[in-house]
């Protein structure tokens, strides 16, 4: 399994902006498809970006779709999250995950490595 850190999170105003990082441990990183996921207080865990091993295929949730890009540096390891025009309903516990390719889902399904999660707070 990869272990994952996130970082990146933070307090900041609606409309600003924030990226999260997740370094990952291992020599399989390209192997894996990586996704965002994030949880509110009181709330499920929701789905919020994936990106294949390769970085060419992605998915966005409708509620973040052009305003989250999620993105990969195999070399260095690492998925990113750009996240612009936050909202207050973008608050909460961010969490990355690492996944076999070909095996995850957007659901959360095949996602064996998660992070401890960086929080993300948008004021009004």
């Known amino acids: 399994q990869v272990q994952l850190v996130e970082s990146g999170g933070g307090l900041v105003q609606a409309g600003g902006s924030l990226r999260l990082s997740c370094a990952a441990s291992?020599?399989?990183?390209?192997?894996?498809?990586m996704g965002w996921f994030r949880q509110a207080p009181g709330k499920e865990r929701e789905f919020v970006a994936r990106?294949?091993?390769?970085?060419?295929?992605?998915y966005y949730a409708d509620s973040v779709k052009g305003r989250f890009t999620i993105s990969r540096d195999n070399a260095n390891k690492t998925v990113y999250l750009q996240m612009n025009s936050l909202k207050p309903e973008d608050t909460a516990v961010y969490y990355c995950?690492?996944?076999?390719?070909?095996?995850?889902?957007?659901?959360?399904?095949?996602?064996?490595?998660w992070g401890q999660g960086t929080q993300v707070t948008v004021s009004p």
């Open positions: 990106i294949t091993w390769s970085g060419v295929t992605i």
């Open positions: 291992g020599r399989t990183f390209s192997t894996y498809d």
């Open positions: 995950a690492a996944g076999l390719a070909g095996t995850t889902t957007n659901s959360g399904r095949g996602f064996r490595s």
